[in-house]
């Protein structure tokens, strides 16, 4: 058996699988679309999953051109965090070149460089969730305390911006994005393949410029806690966080800064980051109406699944998934 600490992670979620657990009765499974568009009762484990999802690739010149790119986007702390990072990864490249340069062959080092490839990101994630499990906790109690501390929120804002842009929802629809803008040349198919191929670390930056984004405009935000007091549970899916404020909205109020973040945790209570005046700070109770509308953009946010509490609510959206207007 290899040591703990280079056992390599296969079965990874894009979806924290332990945020799931908040919609099963019995902790273990979920009422949720399948991928043929059917319904399921079944495990948290087996859903919003890929195996080697995280998983790095060598990275070439090219790779690393590209990712430079892309980090440029954002301000200049930004970029030396995004090297700080990378730093990482290419660090591991360096040392799995010379280990290969010099045609050494040990199982345990090999192993040890797969393990390095598939677990690092991973790990980062896990690192913001168990940051950010104390912050949800009091939020689920109807404690907003967390949201006036500077500490907590910057952690929370951090894990948000991650739930966001870590789900293979986010990577096939900003893929399929850049492949509809296009790239002017004949390398267009290349320098798709390229972003696809070191996404891993491209959704990881842009998951930190999010969170980083909604911390440093916060004095602009109001931060609501949502309490259903509806029959009606609120639904989470394979994209838990969106942007309530549709193309339409952004259209007919090009002043007004159209993002209200929504996060939902738990069947009861969902987290609202708006800027543009439709929620105000604290406690809002809502009613069956209001649960209607932020389920439906749920749903039609979803790539595949939505997941909830309840077979009738499932039912009742299934039909919306990826119908964004």
Known sequence: MLPKNIEITKNQHHVWAHYLREWSADQKNVWHTTLKGKI?????????????????????????????GFSKLGDEDSQAMHAKYLSDFVFIRQLEKLYLDHSLRDDQVET?????????????HCAHEREAAPILSRLLEGDLTPLQSDKDLIMLLIFLGHQLTRTKTFKDRSLEAISNVGVEGPNQGNFIKIVEECWFFISYMYGMNIGRGLYFGRESANFCILENIGNEPFITSDL???????????????DVDQMDLYYPLS????????????????????????????NLKMAQHARAHIIGSEEEVIRKYRRKIDDIS
């Open 40 to 68: 399921s009762w079944h495990s948290i484990r087996d859903i919003c999953r890929e195996d080697y999802f995280y998983k790095s690739n060598h990275l070439t010149t090219d790779h690393l051109r590209v990712i430079e």
């Open 112 to 124: 040890m460089f797969e393990a390095a490839k598939c677990n690092t990101i991973e790990k980062y």
């Open 240 to 254: 838990p966080v969106i942007n309530l404020c549709n193309s339409k909205n952004r259209q007919e109020n090009p």
């Open 267 to 294: 069947p009861r209570r969902a987290i609202v980051i708006c800027r543009s005046g439709a929620f105000a700070t604290g406690k809002l109770r809502v009613s069956e109406e209001g649960v209607y509308e932020v």
